[in-house]
Nanobody, 124 residues
Framework: QVQLVDSGGGLVQPGGSLRLSCAAS????????MGWFRQAPGKEREFVAA????????NYADSVKGRFTIGRDNAKNTVYLQMNSLKPEETAVYYC?????????????????WGPGTQVTVSS
């Protein structure tokens, strides 16, 4: 089992950048694929990005390709999401999540453990 705490959200202007972080507890962090999802008010939770256990493979939603970067540091039990060129419609609560099976396909059902979420607001 792993416990996740995500952080780094806040208010940013359109076109700005934010870096989200997720700290994981436990000695098995490196055995989990990690992902980021987001949920806007009144909408379903959606996939943003995922990274394999070693960090060698990544997957992004089409809407964020070229603007967002996911990374991990297994020595520090941390995964991060660098978000650039943010848009107002990307205002949402962002969640990090861990997938025991290692899949980075982005299916919510693959991710068993979730952080509490961090609010990102993109507004002028």
């Amino acid at each position: 089992q792993v416990q996740l705490v995500d952080s780094g959200g806040g208010l940013v202007q359109p076109g700005g950048s934010l870096r989200l972080s997720c700290a994981a507890s436990g000695r098995t962090f490196s055995s989990y694929a990690m992902g980021w999802f987001r949920q806007a008010p009144g909408k379903e939770r959606e996939f943003v990005a995922a990274i394999s256990t070693s960090g060698g493979s990544v997957n992004y939603a089409d809407s964020v390709k070229g603007r967002f970067t996911i990374g991990r540091d297994n020595a520090k039990n941390t995964v991060y999401l660098q978000m650039n060129s943010l848009k107002p419609e990307e205002t949402a609560v962002y969640y990090c999540a861990a997938a025991p099976g290692g899949s980075i396909a982005g299916r919510i059902a693959d991710f068993r453990f979730w952080g509490p979420g961090t609010q990102v607001t993109v507004s002028s």
